[in-house]
């Protein structure tokens, strides 16, 4: 009998997505896995148990998870789901470790060897295991859908007897994997779209989509990445210049979406409230970053509030888990790419090389321990009972760019899986 894969229904009442597909648990099956899946899992990405069944997994129920080699998850798992977990088991999940160290402890308590799929380094050879990218499109195509939604009415120019439609002022803040589909799915739907990133190669991609560039192109802009493609922390200086432009050309749009997150840190406020003061009744601001505290002041998670200028400020919850069906079948096919690297194909099991440059980014806890270096130091502080830390419900990040080819695997790692004190943290997209 081969090893277990096991997959769970998400237990929260925010997350719609699973962590398989029917062609995933066929490869996984092919690879020389039993796989179970509990009953439910896919439901909600439309996926039924009938479907999994016929691909060669058995469904199951979620106290299976005690006989799981490997357990594919969304959300990093709860300490009551962590109880069911037998010792050793490697549990690969989007863990946002950050601010949450008591889950992380957590997991290293259970025993269970975790990985953290946000932290996967952007390099060539891991482009199809990239949740924050297969993520971030998703959520920057729902941000304009969800827009345009709020807005009621019509995104392009529409020429009629009746007179001219005129087409919607589109603005983009954040030029990274979200941003650039958000501005792709803008021009799609006939709008105008500007675009703004601190980072110089940004100004290309934007243009090559049809849209207009920017941004406070000065000495300080042109320095603005990292050897690692990553956007610098500006300077104050630089911040005021580049609001004081944004402030203006805020005052005429008609959607505004903000796409900035900062790994380990709160997002970056990009819309004041006078901002937002300024906009035309009905416009609308679409805020990825919500959940991380947003960027625009008067954001809400979970919630589309209206302004005393009837602005409204859309902070919806999990943006990608709202497509779940399309999200779902793209993680599922990250989780395989990366787990397919951990499979001895001789003895098809499990056999995890913690030299490899890949396990080195990922691994977050093994042995009982805490192992990430952006996190074991914290754990090995004298412990302390930590005030009560809501968890925090992940948003695949709207900024992280595709991976460029790089000859070496180790450089461009370091910014995601860097510790939260870094300058140089901020991910590719960010305003």
Same mark, same amino acid.
Do not use: C, W
């Given at each position: 009998?081969?090893?277990?894969?096991?997959?769970?229904?998400?237990?929260?009442?925010?997350?719609?997505?699973?962590?398989?597909?029917?062609?995933?648990?066929?490869?996984?099956?092919?690879?020389?896995?039993?796989?179970?899946?509990?009953?439910?899992?896919?439901?909600?990405?439309?996926?039924?148990?009938?479907?999994?069944?016929?691909?060669?997994?058995?469904?199951?129920?979620?106290?299976?998870?005690?006989?799981?080699?490997?357990?594919?998850?969304?959300?990093?798992?709860?300490?009551?789901?962590?109880?069911?977990?037998?010792?050793?088991?490697?549990?690969?999940?989007?863990?946002?470790?950050?601010?949450?160290?008591?889950?992380?402890?957590?997991?290293?308590?259970?025993?269970?060897?975790?990985?953290?799929?946000?932290?996967?380094?952007?390099?060539?050879?891991?482009?199809?295991?990239?949740?924050?990218?297969?993520?971030?499109?998703?959520?920057?195509?729902?941000?304009?859908?969800?827009?345009?939604?709020?807005?009621?009415?019509?995104?392009?120019?529409?020429?009629?007897?009746?007179?001219?439609?005129?087409?919607?002022?589109?603005?983009?803040?954040?030029?990274?994997?979200?941003?650039?589909?958000?501005?792709?799915?803008?021009?799609?739907?006939?709008?105008?779209?500007?675009?703004?990133?601190?980072?110089?190669?940004?100004?290309?991609?934007?243009?090559?989509?049809?849209?207009?560039?920017?941004?406070?192109?000065?000495?300080?802009?042109?320095?603005?990445?990292?050897?690692?493609?990553?956007?610098?922390?500006?300077?104050?200086?630089?911040?005021?210049?580049?609001?004081?432009?944004?402030?203006?050309?805020?005052?005429?749009?008609?959607?505004?979406?903000?796409? $900035?997150?900062?790994?380990?840190? *709160? /997002?970056? !406020?990009?819309? +004041? =409230?006078?901002?937002? @003061?300024?906009? &035309?009744?009905?416009?609308?601001?679409?805020?990825?970053?919500?959940?991380?505290?947003?960027?625009?002041?008067?954001?809400?998670?979970?919630?589309?509030?209206?302004?005393?200028?009837?602005?409204?400020?859309?902070?919806?919850?999990?943006?990608?888990?709202?497509?779940?069906?399309?999200?779902?079948?793209?993680?599922?096919?990250?989780?395989?790419?990366?787990?397919?690297?951990?499979?001895?194909?001789?003895?098809?099991?499990?056999?995890?090389?913690?030299?490899?440059?890949?396990?080195?980014?990922?691994?977050?806890?093994?042995?009982?321990?805490?192992?990430?270096?952006?996190?074991?130091?914290?754990?090995?502080?004298?412990?302390?009972?930590?005030?009560?830390?809501?968890?925090?419900?992940?948003? $695949?990040?709207?900024?992280?760019? *595709? /991976?460029? !080819?790089?000859? +070496? =695997?180790?450089?461009? @790692?370091?910014? &995601?899986?860097?510790?939260?004190?870094?300058?140089?943290?901020?991910?590719?997209?960010?305003?």
């Amino acid at each position: 009998m081969g090893q277990t894969v096991f997959i769970p229904r998400e237990l929260d009442a925010n997350e719609p997505r699973v962590a398989a597909s029917p062609d995933t648990v066929k490869r996984f099956t092919g690879l020389g896995f039993d796989v179970i899946v509990e009953t439910g899992a896919g439901t909600r990405s439309r996926i039924p148990d009938e479907d999994f069944a016929k691909a060669g997994a058995t469904i199951g129920k979620a106290a299976d998870v005690a006989k799981a080699d490997v357990v594919l998850k969304v959300r990093r798992p709860t300490d009551a789901e962590l109880k069911g977990y037998k010792s050793g088991a490697a549990v690969i999940a989007i863990m946002d470790p950050y601010g949450n160290d008591a889950a992380v402890a957590a997991l290293a308590k259970a025993g269970v060897t975790a990985f953290s799929m946000e932290f996967m380094p952007r390099i060539t050879r891991a482009q199809s295991m990239d949740v924050l990218s297969s993520q971030a499109n998703l959520a920057g195509y729902q941000a304009v859908i969800d827009g345009a939604s709020e807005y009621d009415r019509a995104l392009p120019m529409m020429m009629t007897a009746a007179g001219t439609v005129p087409a919607a002022k589109v603005f983009i803040m954040g030029v990274g994997v979200a941003g650039l589909q958000a501005i792709a799915t803008a021009r799609r739907l006939g709008a105008v779209v500007t675009a703004t990133d601190v980072r110089p190669a940004a100004k290309e991609q934007v243009a090559s989509l049809g849209a207009k560039f920017l941004a406070v192109e000065d000495d300080e802009f042109k320095a603005a990445e990292t050897a690692g493609g990553y956007a610098k922390e500006m300077s104050k200086e630089y911040q005021a210049k580049q609001a004081a432009l944004t402030a203006e050309h805020i005052a005429k749009q008609d959607i505004v979406i903000t796409t $900035a997150l900062i790994p380990g840190r *709160p /997002a970056p !406020k990009l819309v +004041s =409230a006078v901002m937002v @003061a300024s906009m &035309k009744p009905g416009s609308v601001i679409v805020d990825l970053a919500v959940e991380r505290g947003g960027n625009v002041e008067g954001a809400e998670a979970g919630k589309v509030v209206t302004t005393a200028n009837n602005v409204k400020i859309v902070g919806h919850l999990n943006v990608p888990g709202r497509v779940a069906a399309s999200a779902s079948l793209l993680y599922a096919k990250n989780l395989f790419a990366f787990l397919e690297t951990l499979v001895d194909k001789t003895t098809k099991t499990l056999a995890i090389n913690r030299d490899d440059d890949l396990v080195k980014a990922t691994m977050l806890t093994d042995g009982g321990k805490v192992v990430h270096p952006a996190f074991a130091k914290a754990a090995e502080q004298p412990h302390v009972e930590p005030a009560a830390i809501p968890a925090k419900t992940m948003v $695949a990040d709207a900024s992280p760019k *595709p /991976a460029k !080819k790089s000859a +070496s =695997a180790k450089k461009p @790692a370091a910014p &995601k899986s860097a510790a939260p004190k870094s300058t140089s943290s901020k991910p590719k997209g960010i305003a």
